[in-house]
């Protein structure tokens, strides 16, 4: 344990055992280097921004054992959307001032792989500077097996149609035995990797997740890590690190016991020790609640997400996040914790300082 804390004081890199030793450390002891590498990237800025969630079907081929969103498990109002349904609700909410149109989809067999791509295509002839973040390594994945198409030919197809970068879905735990105990079907976790090696190739970031709180162990989320930043080494293409909390309504999978706050700030202090070549954690606040993504900005994390306006996904597993937060409620509670609040773009370009 010496030797830990003494790599801990030199912000030496850790190996796997050393970083699976973390976990004996006491929350604020963490806090502490978590907050050292935070404020050596950030100081007291709380990154947010302007962005707006669309789901256009939650039709899905998949059957994710955790996912309440999926209308083929606990979810009984089976929807697509049309592309106009989809272009009204930008209208909208451009007029709001929001900068990221945000859209993931269920895996709909139905449906074209020119209905996944070209609503990408209406929105950039409508509005060329909005950034559309579109199409996770699952997604991509899926049009692959749907439509014998490479994942070279996906990625180039979004690139023509106008996708800027891409989420961090799919992801869930890396590790295959807990894959194939809650997600079976779905990418591999090795084809998720490529797949976002491949989008980074093109010159194109993206972010990266984990899901935790379900049946994984502490070891499987430093495994996941531990992937991620040998493939940023290579690629140095995800932004951002996004530990998504499992949302436990509506879902199949039976996990004993409930995960608590300090279980969640430990996963987000390690994520910001062990993440040396990630510039950004976030705490979404959509699977945490606010205020302990607040609280988080305290323990390595610096990003909260965006205003959202409307959540789907998370909400359907009993999140409290269907109708977003306005920006105003980002601003007041980031200055009452004495950090500065900055709305950024999706590239983590600053563009306010409130």
Not at 48 to 75: E, G, L, M, Q, V
Not at 276 to 285: C, H, L, P, R
Not at 318 to 335: C, E, H, Y
Request: glycine share 4%; proline share 2%.
């Amino acid at each position: 344990m010496k030797n830990l804390i003494t790599k801990l004081e030199n912000q030496s890199r850790l190996n796997e055992e050393e970083a699976n030793q973390l976990w004996d450390l006491d929350l604020f002891v963490l806090a502490k280097y978590a907050q050292k590498k935070r404020f050596e990237l950030h100081g007291k800025k709380v990154y947010f921004n302007a962005n707006r969630h669309i789901n256009p079907t939650n039709i899905c081929a998949d059957t994710c054992k955790f996912c309440a969103f999926s209308a083929h498990r606990k979810n009984p109002n089976p929807y697509i959307m049309t592309h106009e349904e989809i272009i009204k609700i930008v209208d909208e909410t451009v007029a709001r001032g929001t900068k990221e149109i945000h859209i993931v989809s269920a895996h709909n067999k139905d449906t074209t792989w020119q209905w996944y791509l070209e609503i990408f295509k209406m929105i950039k002839e409508k509005y060329p500077k909005i950034h559309i973040k579109a199409m996770t390594a699952a997604e991509i994945d899926f049009l692959h097996r749907r439509f014998n198409m490479s994942y070279e030919e996906v990625i180039n197809k979004m690139l023509e149609y106008g996708v800027d970068s891409m989420p961090g879905g799919g992801a869930e735990i890396f590790d295959e035995t807990i894959r194939n105990k809650i997600c079976k079907g779905k990418v591999s976790s090795e084809n998720w990797l490529k797949i976002h090696k491949l989008w980074h190739q093109k010159g194109k970031q993206s972010n990266a997740t984990m899901l935790f709180g379900h049946i994984e162990e502490r070891k499987h989320r430093i495994d996941h890590m531990l992937r991620l930043r040998a493939l940023q080494d290579e690629t140095n293409g995800f932004n951002a690190f996004i530990p998504l909390v499992w949302q436990r309504n509506n879902s199949f999978i039976q996990a004993d016991k409930i995960m608590d706050s300090e279980e969640i700030l430990k996963t987000i202090s390690i994520s910001r020790i062990v993440l040396d070549n990630i510039k950004s954690i976030k705490a979404y606040w959509a699977t945490m609640g606010l205020n302990l993504a607040m609280v988080a900005q305290e323990f390595g994390a610096n990003d909260l997400d965006g205003t959202i306006e409307k959540e789907s996904i998370q909400s359907a597993g009993g999140a409290k996040s269907a109708n977003g937060v306005n920006l105003k409620t980002f601003i007041d509670m980031i200055k009452t914790s004495n950090l500065i609040p900055v709305e950024r773009d999706s590239l983590y370009n600053e563009l306010k300082t409130y």
